[in-house]
């Protein structure tokens, strides 16, 4: 009898170090939920900062091209300075509304990438695009950050009619057919 409540015993104690290994991995597993959540919503910050400097950016270049041509202080001739502001694109510079006449080389090189995106897939007879497929088709991966700034930019191409922004939440191609230069990919 002394045998089989020795073993009694070490079954006992095994079964209370599973019961602490099991408690362990359960807290382990909320531990890692949490922080996946914390990284997403700093993700998330991360793109939402990176695109108030594009925008700060952005609005700073054009007062201070207002204030330039205001003043009369550019560099260039006078003939420069009456055509109006250049039209090579600035990275985050504005997205103007879509109408007939202007080019897509009016927009920055990342909504242009965008742009090319979805003219292929337009191309190629595909459906809408949801944000995630742009950004791997663009070669950046499916980070939270990544796709959300795509996200935005796809958003801001649609309100400024660009693009469409389907019911499903997905982009399609412009209302016309739109030849986008070859810029690289660093949206």
């Known amino acids: 009898m002394a045998e089989g409540g020795a073993v009694a015993s070490v079954l006992g104690i095994l079964e209370e170090r599973k019961a602490a290994a099991r408690v362990r991995v ?3 597993r909320e531990e890692v939920t949490r922080l996946a959540e914390v990284l997403e919503a700093a993700e998330i ?3 939402r900062r990176v695109i108030a400097r594009e925008e ?4 700073l270049a054009a007062s201070a091209a207002e204030s330039t041509a205001g003043t009369g202080t550019g560099t260039g001739t006078g003939a420069e300075r009456e055509s109006g502001p250049s039209r090579v694109p600035v990275p ?3 997205v103007p509304p879509w109408r ?3 080019p897509v080389t009016v927009l920055a090189p990342d909504y242009q990438r965008i742009l090319g ?3 292929e897939q337009r191309s190629a007879g595909r459906g809408p695009v949801k944000a995630k497929q742009i950004a791997v088709e663009l070669g950046l991966g499916t980070t939270p950050a990544k796709v ?3 996200r935005s930019k796809a958003r801001r191409l649609a309100e400024r009619g ?3 922004l389907e019911a499903s939440g997905a982009f399609s191609g412009s209302r016309r057919p739109v030849a986008v230069p070859d810029v690289g990919s660093s949206v």
């Open 100 to 102: 007939e006449g202007p």
């Open 56 to 59: 700060l950016v952005e609005a």
């Open 148 to 150: 959300e700034g795509v």
């Open 26 to 28: 359960e807290g382990l």
């Open 162 to 164: 660009w693009l469409l």
């Open 117 to 119: 995106v979805l003219e």
């Open 45 to 47: 910050e991360l793109d």
């Open 92 to 94: 985050g510079s504005v």
